[in-house]
């Protein structure tokens, strides 16, 4: 290893006279050459497209890979200059499990069936959402990071070599007010010249530099509009699957399909009832219960019904209801009311109270709460 000693000792005392310049300068006891304010202007517009360039690449990134692991490992890929491998994406993923499910259940039961159709829309919800990746990752980050790992380098380099030139620029008048003698003045003098000969000249390359970056914002804008073209293409594709799937779940049977006791339980506290669905209708009116048990139909009177001590729960109404007769209470969709049941009363329907008002209720259209 070639160690130059004198080299070294240059640039020490060189780091020295300008860490003494710069705190002068600070002091005020040292005179300081301005820019001229095109150039602070393009300087601070430069900046401030550096530093939101950044933070719009940053979050970019972890919109579409949030595993930072996965980030990591791409970014060492990109620095090995080698290829990505290719992700199996979340969707595609689960519809593989769904699939692979199916055949352990059995295809031919209604949950197996519908696992195959989920898992085959899920395996189509992860292509579009990889070809989503690959499009942002071309269209939108490739050119961002071009930007900050290339111009914006030079522009910095550039910059860096102005603030040397403007140094020496300063020292050199520095010079010029201390000399005493002539042939010190004329010395001086040529060395100021000098100096600011190539302080102008680094000047106008640092400017025509920091001009480019009015090209840089219309080249991103460009890739805006085609980053926000291929969320649009994306979201129309997952629209489409998903329209495609519910038209496909309305085809298969479903064992549930008339079962007023479990559909109350479907419709419990998880909140996943049919009517979150788009297009659902109610429910078909619970027939009238001819038993003899209890309390019959015909039988009951409502208004000498009283809750029971414990046993009361809320419940949201999922569909609008008109009573037949006064025995029942009229509903309005997503009102909370109370329910409750009585001995011998037909499991399909139930007491409902809102303020004073007091009837019999269908349980496949409400959502038990509590």
Known sequence: ?????KKLASDAGVFFTRAVQFTEEKLGQAEKTELDAHLENLIARADCTKNWTEKIFRQTEILLQPNPSARIEEFFYEKLDKKIPMRTTNGELLGQY??????????GTPYGSTLITVGEYQKKLGGAERDFLQTS????????????????????????LLENRRLDLDVSKARLKKAKLAEAKAAAEHELRVAQTEFDRQAEVTRLLLEGISSTHVNHLRCLHEFVEAQATYYAQCHKHMQELQKELRRIPNAFTGSPSTSAVLAGPSGLSSSSLPGASPPARPPVSSGHS???ASTLKIEEVQPPATGTRKAKVLYDYDAADTSELSLLADELITVYTVPGMDPDWLIGERGNQKGKVPVTYLELLS
């Open 294 to 296: 209890g309390l019959e």
């Open 137 to 160: 990752a071309i269209n939108f980050l490739t050119p961002l990071r071009n930007f900050l790992e290339g111009d914006w380098r030079t522009i910095s380099k550039e910059r860096r």
């Open 98 to 107: 769904m699939l692979d499910a199916a055949k352990d259940f059995g295809p």
């Open 1 to 5: 290893m070639d160690f130059n000693v």
